[in-house]
């Protein structure tokens, strides 16, 4: 009897030391275990957005993280399907570049509480929340601040000019910011600027080239063309170029310097663009959605805006003096 006691004793105690062993590779596994995100994009045919979703998957490889690619085109409701099933498949994060920003909430509603890093559109501040529901991207703002600069400085500081502006998709964040803060600085600068022709070219190069043709029959006389990317920028080029207009008096201005937009400053073609660092992007949404795995803040994270719902990569001005230090 004493010997079965004892034996039962120690197979009581043996099962103990595993449970607290088993325990503490739980703990471990919950507090910086691994970390598993999905990543959704609508599409890769904008240039952009292509550089960007392949600067995803490969951060995400080097950081050892393991994260799933789905193309979703701009369907809400695949979307939101894959995003509801998220959890029940064990992921621990979602990026996301949201087919409309305007169904965010929805989004969130449906990731049953798993952080949602979204990227290139960017939803409602009002909609965000503190290391839950964020944004990683650039400010819009800075990049159409840094071409007025630009255009105004080229023209020589004129009091009035007339402009043209390519506006990309309507009512994305980035055509709405980038076109605002162009108009703002020259309003707050007393600059009286006449906008001759303003439409949306929706980022493509074929478009915009199309719909200047179209404005080049009212006979208007215009002096830059501000462009919200690089595509809509190079079919300036191409329209201009056709028309018979100087590309070296009328400065066409782009966004995201991309290889092309880059190769068309070198040519003498495009005059400036704003380096948009899809490498960076990438690099911080992929660190934001490792850091909301594991619990931890937005804060850190580098270029977090202290409000913890925004990483924010920054814009650099891109010319002829420093184009060839490029490389996306």
């Known amino acids: 009897m004493k010997s079965l006691k004892k034996f039962l004793s120690i197979i009581l105690m ?50 050892g993280i393991d994260l799933k690619m789905v193309e979703t085109g701009e369907s809400i409701e695949e979307q939101l ?14 990026i996301m570049r949201i087919a409309d920003p305007d169904v965010a909430l929805q989004m969130q509603v449906a990731s049953n509480d798993i952080p ?35 255009a105004w400085e080229k023209l020589g500081k004129p009091n009035s000019f007339n402009a043209v502006i390519l506006e990309g998709e309507k009512g994305h964040s980035a055509t709405i910011g980038r076109t605002t803060a162009i108009k703002n600085y020259f309003k707050d600068n007393g600059v009286d600027v006449n906008y001759v022709f303003v439409d949306f070219c929706d980022w493509d190069s074929d478009e915009t080239e199309e719909k200047l043709g179209i404005f080049f029959n009212t006979k208007q006389k215009y002096d830059v063309v501000f462009c ?84 924010w990569v920054p814009f650099k001005k891109i010319d002829s003096s420093n184009v060839s230090s490029v490389s996306q």
């Open 81 to 94: 399907k894959l995003v509801k099933n998220a959890k029940a498949e064990g992921y621990t994060a979602i």
């Open 228 to 311: 919200n990317n690089d595509s809509m920028a190079l079919g300036a080029v191409k329209a201009l170029k056709k028309h018979g207009d100087s590309l070296e008096k009328v400065p066409v201005l782009g966004v995201d310097a991309t290889a092309d937009g880059c190769q068309s400053i070198k040519n003498g073609e495009m005059q400036f663009t704003v380096l948009q660092d899809a490498n960076g992007q990438a690099k911080y949404a992929v660190e934001t959605s490792k850091a909301l795995s594991l619990g931890k803040k937005v804060s850190s994270v580098k270029y977090a805006d202290k409000g913890d719902k925004y990483v």
């Open 116 to 150: 949602i890093i979204y990227v290139n559109a960017q939803p409602s501040d009002t909609i965000l929340e503190p290391n839950k529901y964020v944004y990683v991207g650039s400010a819009e703002e800075q990049a159409g601040l840094y071409q007025a600069e630009y």
């Open 14 to 63: 043996s099962c103990l030391i595993i449970g607290m062993f088993s325990g503490c590779e739980n703990s471990s596994s919950g507090s910086g275990g691994s970390t598993k995100v999905l990543f959704l994009m609508t599409d890769t045919k904008d240039t952009f957005r292509g550089l960007l979703s392949k600067a995803i998957v490969k951060s995400a490889k080097d950081d």
